[in-house]
């Protein structure tokens, strides 16, 4: 076995117990299930009948659940309402032992909640036809910031690694990181940002994974296929950022790693590229990244596990997770 791929199999086996902080956007992800059974008179739309349902944590609880399928202990940091739906998340976290202290409970907020229908004949798989998104932002009010602030420090300094989970639902606020900045400095852990619309407000964080239309979105740019364009974009972000690195995902085109000092590093993507389901698998990436990063990893080597395990979860169907040992099977056999 070469040594380089001996090297990444050592590193996947000392995720397990790695405390990773996640703070970010809590939200609950419900599947409906039916059949199809005629068009309605009243309306031309599809008549289901409903067969059954699922729940499952999304957003930042995406990344806890990928952390804790790679035999991490992920510290959940952020906030839910004091409802139903709120319940459902603190119950599925509960059932795993993973930690609730960080997450603020807070009646009158609305726990955000997107709701896909599925639908399709009795005996064939099952298709979206409809997402319904409950929405409701995290409160700016001094006590609420003095609270997470609190929890974030807490988990921070117990942590090897935090992550940053921005789904711009508002529990991720710039100040607070900005405020924690010296203090995140002086306890000298990876900290890196998966942020949906606002990338480019987190100065200062060690390392970011955004998608190609976040990227031409926070630079108000597009390239096409103007390689030349794409590559002066990732070395501005990487300026913007005051990050030693960055990593941009690409989809069917693999990854590209921007590195102070060094030429970007174009990765092509591992495995078919007959993707399955991509949905969720941003937040594999980032989850892996993190472990390596915590547990000693270069920027390449964590480059290299994050594109396995990209290309191990976009074959499963939904919002899916990556375990340790497919992550190692993916490497030993590359």
């Known amino acids: 076995m070469k040594k380089e791929t001996q090297n990444l199999l050592d590193i996947v086996d000392r995720f397990h117990g790695a405390r990773v902080a996640v703070w970010g956007d809590f939200i609950l992800d419900a599947y409906l299930f039916g059949t199809t059974r005629r068009i309605s008179r009243e309306a031309p739309v599809l ?51 993973i930690p609730t202290s960080g997450l603020i409970v807070r009646r009158g907020h609305q726990t955000p909640v997107k709701t896909r229908v599925l639908a399709g004949e ?17 409160p700016h009010t001094p006590e609420f910031r003095q609270a997470l602030t609190a929890r974030l420090i807490k988990a921070a300094s117990a942590s090897d690694g935090l992550l940053i989970s921005d789904y711009n639902y508002m529990t991720v606020q ?39 239309p976040e990227v031409e979105a926070a630079l108000n740019v597009e390239w096409a296929n103007d390689e030349e364009r794409f590559l002066r974009a ?7 950022l005051q990050s030693p690195a960055l990593l941009i995902t690409r989809g069917s085109r693999g990854m590209a ?66 375990t340790a040992e497919e992550l190692k099977k993916s490497v030993a056999e590359s």
């Open 122 to 138: 009795e005996n064939t798989r099952k298709q979206q036809i409809l997402r319904i998104d409950r929405e409701s932002e995290a």
């Open 234 to 240: 990732g070395w501005t972000i990487l300026a913007r």
């Open 47 to 97: 008549i289901l009948r409903y067969t059954s349902s699922e729940f499952a944590l999304g957003g930042a609880g995406n990344a806890i659940q990928n952390l804790w399928a790679l035999g991490a202990r992920p510290v959940p940091v952020g906030l839910v309402g004091a409802d139903e739906s709120g319940e459902k998340i603190l119950d599925f976290l509960k059932t795993r032992r």
């Open 174 to 212: 710039p100040d607070v990181f900005h405020g924690l900045r010296p203090r995140l400095a002086r306890l000298k852990i990876p900290v890196t940002l998966d942020s949906r619309f606002r990338l480019l407000q987190f100065p200062g964080v060690f390392m970011a994974t955004p998608n190609e």
């Open 257 to 322: 790693l921007f590195e102070k000092g060094a030429k970007p590093w174009l990765i092509p993507v591992q495995g078919t590229t007959d993707i399955v389901d991509v949905t969720g698998a941003g937040d594999t990436v980032i989850s892996v990244l993190t472990l390596a990063l915590a547990r000693g990893a270069t920027f390449r080597q964590a480059v290299l596990l994050a594109n396995h395990a990209g290309g191990i979860v976009v074959m499963k169907k939904g919002t899916a997770v990556v």
